[in-house]
């Protein structure tokens, strides 16, 4: 079965960097790996998307240019680079997946980064605090 597992989140000054990590396991090699991020009181909200086989990637406007998503296929395992982290990005830090994605539901995704309905697995997310 589809497990993923996030991990790497903690405590972290402004202008800190953290790097989180998301484990798949169970996953086919054709899908796309999102990262979501939830804070108290607020709606989830997508962060960053990367698909197989596709150049480009999705990352939300709040985070262009200082988060970094890439995948390591090897290990089955998503990365998403955060630097200068602001209070704004404390959050719960969610990974999901969707397997086997057309390339028509791919290209769909990245240009728009895909909503929660679009991954059908989620993990159990890991906290990062910015303060």
């Known amino acids: 079965h589809v497990q993923l597992v996030e991990s790497g989140g903690g405590l972290v000054q402004p202008g800190g960097s953290l790097r989180l990590s998301c484990a798949a396991s169970?996953?086919?090699?054709?899908?796309?790996m999102a990262w979501f991020r939830q804070a108290p009181g607020k709606e989830r909200e997508r962060v960053s998307v990367?698909?197989?086989?596709?150049?480009?990637?999705y990352y939300a406007d709040s985070v262009k240019g200082r988060f970094t998503i890439s995948q390591d296929n090897p290990k089955n395992t998503v990365y998403l680079r955060m630097n200068s982290l602001n209070p704004g990005d404390a959050a719960m830090y969610y990974c999901a997946t969707r397997l086997n994605p057309t390339t028509a539901t791919k290209r769909r995704i990245i240009a728009y980064g895909g909503r929660e309905i679009d991954f059908a697995y989620w993990g159990q997310g890991t906290q990062v605090t910015v303060s």
């Open positions: 169970g996953v086919s090699d054709n899908n796309c």
């Open positions: 990367i698909c197989a086989g596709i150049t480009e990637t």
